[in-house]
């Protein structure tokens, strides 16, 4: 069966700190590994990776895969607290996605 | 680009009820779209995949009698929950997949979520 663990599950920092979250997977007919922010609704797409060892940057955020390890990192510098919000990583195989279970992050002034 | 919407955002309705959601890819195609349902303070979870012009694949636990899905077209999906009861209350949202990405490169695991309907049965 597929699975993506993400890690830590919460993370409370300050304004400014710098954090690094982590997703694992085990997926069958791996192609891709997907990184959205979920706030109150629905989640907005922030990185596809699909080959390893290249970084993806958006503003403070980027994201790089290790299709070695089986591993992603999203990190997130300079953090603000419209940072706050549910992290997803996806696991994209030939058919569908596997979800893990989310990283919380709550960034407080 | 790549916006998904979804109707409506929010339904309350009484148990026995049936209800109409609508998920629409608005400026891509999707062959395929999704259907997820989340329970507060958890993950999203996949009820269905459903492909344009055929039947949907329901995943196990998921009732297809009770949750109705029709994609007749490339830009429309439509999830019907049947006779609703109030532990069908719950966020659905629906992600539609554009097998081109935003730079035009073929991409088949961008998925694009809609905004999610809230739905309440009383």
């Known amino acids: ?109 | 680009g790549a916006v998904v919407s979804q109707h409506p955002s929010r339904v309350i309705c009484k148990s026995g009820t049936s209800v109409k959601i609508e998920c629409r890819s608005l400026d891509f195609q999707a062959t395929t779209m999704f259907w997820y349902r989340q329970f507060p303070k958890q993950s999203l979870m996949l009820m269905a995949t459903s492909n344009e012009g055929s039947k949907a694949t329901y995943e196990q636990g998921v009732e297809k009698d009770k949750f109705l899905i029709n994609h007749a077209s490339l830009t429309l999906s439509t999830l019907t929950v049947t006779s609703a009861h109030p532990e069908d209350s719950s966020f659905y949202i629906c992600s539609a997949r554009d097998v081109r990405g935003l730079a035009g490169v073929l991409s088949t695991d961008t998925q694009y979520f809609g905004p999610g309907t809230r739905l309440t049965v009383l």
């Open chain 1, 1 to 109: 069966e597929d699975k993506v663990v993400q890690s830590p599950l919460s993370l409370v920092v300050h304004e400014g700190d710098t954090v690094t979250l982590n997703c694992s997977y085990e997926v069958t007919n791996f192609r891709s590994l997907l990184w959205y922010k979920q706030e109150k609704k629905a989640p907005t797409f922030l990185f596809m990776l699909t080959s390893s060892g290249i970084e993806k940057k958006s503003g403070r955020l980027s994201s790089i895969l290790d299709k070695k390890e089986l591993f992603s990192i999203l990190n997130i510098t300079a953090t603000q607290t419209g940072d706050s919000a549910v992290y997803l990583c996806l696991g994209g195989s030939n058919y569908k996605l596997t979800f893990g279970k989310g990283t919380l992050l709550t960034v407080n002034p």
